[in-house]
C-alpha cells in the first residue's frame, strides 16, 4: 500500500512539475515578446529621429553589407575544431575541404584559393574574337581565362541587311563551342560585321534594313541563349554618324524588349586609325555597354614596316597605341568600359637591297603568332644565330634576315613578354581589359594564355558560407533527406506502421506478455520501444495540423509517465500448462 501511495505522489509530483515548466515557459515567451516589441518601438523612434536630422546611424549603413553574412567566426571555429572528421571521412580531393581556405577578420568573408577555380577577376574583362575560319581551334581555349567571347562574324548584306554567309551562320546554330563557353559562364557575342564606306552607307541609310538585321540577329542570339551582339563597323561616311547612332540607339531598345532571359550586351569596335574622329562616343555611351578599340594594323599595307601594334610612335612620326588611347580618353570614352584589343599576330615584310646597301620594302602578309613561334624556335635560333631585336619604343619585336641574292624579309611580332608591356600600359590607364585578335592564332603554344593568368586572373574566391558550399559525403546526404522528405517520411510511416503491427501480433502469445510483466529489463525494453512509437507520432500530428509549437515536448513526457505507471498495474494471471 505505501509503495503505490509513493508512486501516486510521483505523478503528481511529475504532473504539477510539468504544468510549473509549462507555465513558466509561457511567461518567458510573453516577456521576450514584450522586450522585442519595446525595443523595435524604441529602434523606430530613433530611426525617426535620426532621419529627420539627417543622420544615418551606423547599423543602418552597414546592415546591406552585413546581411550576407553566415557567421564566419562560428563558421571556423566549428571547422577548425570538426574539420578533421570531414577530411577522415572524405579524404581531402574536395573541391573544398576544412582546410584549404582562410578566413579574412577584415571583410568577415572566407577565401578559397585552388587551381579549379581559376577565372578573371570580377572587375576585369578579356575579350576575344573566335574566327569562323579557325575551325575547331576554340578546342584549345581556355575559356576559364575569357570573360567575353564574340563569333566573328554575321556579315552583313547591305542590301538586305540580313547576312551573306549562311554557311557561318549555320554553324553558330550548331557548334558546341558557343555550350564550352557558358560551361565555363563565359559570355557569348555574335559580331556583325560591315566594311566599306559604300556598304555602310547602304545600309544606314534605309531604316527597312535596320529592322531585318535586327529581326535576324534576334533570332539568331535567342536561339544559342546568347549574352549579346559585337557592332564591327569599320570605315564609316562621317555623314552616316548620325544615322549610325540612331540605329544603335534603336538596337538596343529592341534587344531589351526582346531578350528577356539575359541583359543583353552591345559592344561597339572603335578603330585605330581610319576614321576615328566620325564615332559619337558621348551619344553611343548611352546605348553601349563595351567599347573595344582595335590596337592593330597601323603598320601594313603601303606604309612603312613596323610594329602592328606600336606602344608609341617611333621618333614621334604616325600614330601609336598610346596616342590612339589618349585621343579616345579625351574625348570622354569611359575608362571602365572600355578595352583595348591586342594583335596574336604580325606582319611581314619583303625587300631588296640595291648596290648601296639601301632596303626597299613593301608588305608581304600578315602572320600568327603560331607560325612564327613555330618557325622561330629554339631549334632554328640556335643553328642559324640569330636573335629577335626589341624595339624598346614601340615595344615589338622583330627578325631581319638578309639573302644572298640580295633580298630580305622582315617579321615584326609580340610575344609574351611584349604583349605584357602593353597589359601593363592597358591596366596603367584604368581600363577594364584587354582583347584579343584573334583567338586561336596562338594555337598550340600555352605562354599568352599564362600571361592572361598572370595579368588578369585569380585562382581565389570569395566563398560566404562554406558549410553550406561543402560536398562531403555527410552534406551531401543531408541534402539528399531535405530533398526527398516527404518520400523518406511516407516510407518511415510505413515502417513504423509495420512494426506496430508486428508488436501487436507479437503480444498475443502470453509467453511475451509474461516475460515483459515479470522481468524488470524487459518492461523497460517495452517503454523504450513505447517512447520510440509515440515520440515521431507527436511530431507527425504537429506537422500535419501546422501546430508549431513546443507542446510535443511535455505530451510525450506525460505519455511516457502514464505507459510507466499502467505497465506497473497489469497483472496477469499465470498460465496454467496442461
Known amino acids: ?65 552585413t546581411s550576407g553574412d553566415y557567421f564566419p567566426l562560428e563558421q571556423k571555429n566549428m571547422l577548425n575544431s570538426y574539420g578533421y572528421l570531414y577530411d577522415a571521412i572524405n579524404g581531402k580531393n574536395d573541391l573544398i575541404t576544412s582546410s584549404n581556405f582562410t578566413w579574412d577578420s577584415t571583410t568577415n568573408k572566407y577565401y578559397v584559393q585552388d587551381a579549379k577555380y581559376r577565372h578573371i577577376k570580377d572587375n576585369k574583362e578579356v ?20 570573360s567575353t567571347i564574340t563569333y566573328f562574324s554575321y556579315k552583313l548584306d547591305p ?41 555602310n552607307d547602304m545600309f544606314l541609310e534605309d531604316e527597312g534594313k535596320w529592322n531585318n538585321l535586327i529581326d535576324s540577329l534576334t533570332s539568331l542570339v535567342s536561339v544559342r541563349k546568347a549574352d549579346g551582339v559585337d557592332l564591327n563597323f ?33 559592344s561597339v ?55 590612339t588611347l589618349e585621343f579616345y580618353l579625351g574625348r570622354g570614352l569611359a575608362p571602365d568600359k572600355t578595352v583595348l584589343a591586342l594583335p596574336y599576330y604580325g606582319s611581314m615584310w619583303e625587300g631588296n637591297i640595291d648596290e648601296g646597301g639601301v632596303v626597299s620594302s613593301q608588305f608581304e602578309r600578315k602572320v600568327t603568332y603560331r607560325e612564327v613561334m613555330n618557325i622561330f624556335n629554339d631549334k632554328y635560333i640556335e643553328e642559324n644565330n640569330i636573335e629577335p631585336i626589341l624595339q624598346r619604343e614601340s615595344m615589338t619585336n622583330y627578325f631581319n634576315l638578309n639573302y644572298p641574292d640580295n633580298t630580305s624579309i622582315e617579321i615584326w611580332f609580340d610575344d609574351a613578354y611584349t604583349l605584357g608591356k602593353k597589359y601593363d600600359y592597358a591596366l596603367s590607364k584604368d581600363l577594364k581589359g584587354i582583347g584579343i585578335w ?47 522528405k516527404k518520400i523518406i517520411l511516407v516510407a518511415s510511416l510505413f ?7 508486428a508488436l501487436v501480433i507479437t503480444l498475443n502469445d502470453w509467453k511475451v506478455r509474461d516475460s515483459i510483466i515479470r522481468n ?36 510525450t513526457f506525460l505519455i511516457g509517465i502514464i505507459a510507466f505507471y499502467l505497465s506497473t498495474l497489469i497483472r496477469i494471471n499465470p498460465f496454467k500448462k496442461p
Open 1 to 65: 500500500m505505501k509503495h503505490r501511495r509513493l508512486q501516486y505522489l510521483i505523478i503528481a509530483f511529475g504532473l504539477l512539475l510539468t504544468f510549473n515548466s509549462c507555465r513558466e515557459v509561457t511567461k518567458l515567451r510573453s516577456s521576450v515578446r514584450r522586450t522585442q516589441s519595446q525595443f523595435r518601438f524604441f529602434e523606430r523612434s530613433v530611426n525617426k529621429a535620426t532621419n529627420k536630422l539627417g543622420i544615418e546611424t551606423k547599423d543602418a549603413k552597414e546592415q546591406d553589407s
Open 127 to 146: 575579350f576575344g574574337w573566335h574566327p569562323y575560319w579557325m575551325g575547331n581551334a576554340w578546342e584549345n581555349y581556355s575559356f576559364e581565362l575569357l
Open 159 to 199: 542590301y538586305t541587311g540580313s547576312y551573306s554567309n549562311p554557311e557561318q551562320m549555320e554553324e553558330w546554330r550548331t557548334t558546341a563551342m558557343i555550350d564550352s563557353a557558358k560551361a565555363k559562364k563565359t559570355k557569348v557575342l555574335l559580331t556583325v560585321s560591315s566594311h566599306g564606306k559604300r556598304n
Open 234 to 266: 569599320e570605315q564609316l561616311s562621317y555623314f552616316k554618324r548620325r544615322n549610325f547612332n540612331r540605329f544603335v540607339k534603336l538596337l538596343r531598345t529592341q534587344l531589351d524588349a526582346r531578350i528577356t532571359y539575359v541583359k543583353p550586351i552591345i
Open 269 to 323: 569596335t572603335l578603330p585605330a586609325v581610319d576614321s576615328r574622329e566620325i564615332f559619337d562616343i558621348d551619344e553611343l555611351d548611352k546605348y553601349a555597354d563595351l567599347f573595344v578599340i582595335m590596337g592593330y594594323d597601323y603598320n601594313s599595307g603601303s606604309q612603312v614596316q613596323g610594329a602592328v601594334a606600336p606602344l608609341v610612335s617611333v621618333e614621334n612620326i604616325g600614330i601609336s597605341l598610346s596616342n
Open 438 to 484: 584573334a583567338l586561336g592564332y596562338d594555337n598550340g603554344h600555352v605562354a599568352l594564355w599564362d600571361l592572361i593568368e598572370e595579368k588578369f586572373a585569380s585562382d581565389t574566391v570569395e566563398i560566404e558560407n562554406p558549410i553550406a558550399q561543402l560536398e562531403g559525403y555527410p552534406f551531401k546526404a543531408s541534402s539528399y533527406l531535405l530533398k526527398n
Open 495 to 501: 515502417l513504423l506502421f509495420a512494426i506496430v503491427i
Open 520 to 555: 524488470l529489463f524487459h518492461r523497460v525494453i517495452f517503454i523504450v520501444l513505447i517512447y520510440l512509437f509515440v515520440t515521431p507520432l507527436v511530431y507527425l500530428i504537429n506537422e500535419l495540423f501546422y501546430l508549431k509549437s513546443d507542446w510535443k515536448y511535455y505530451v
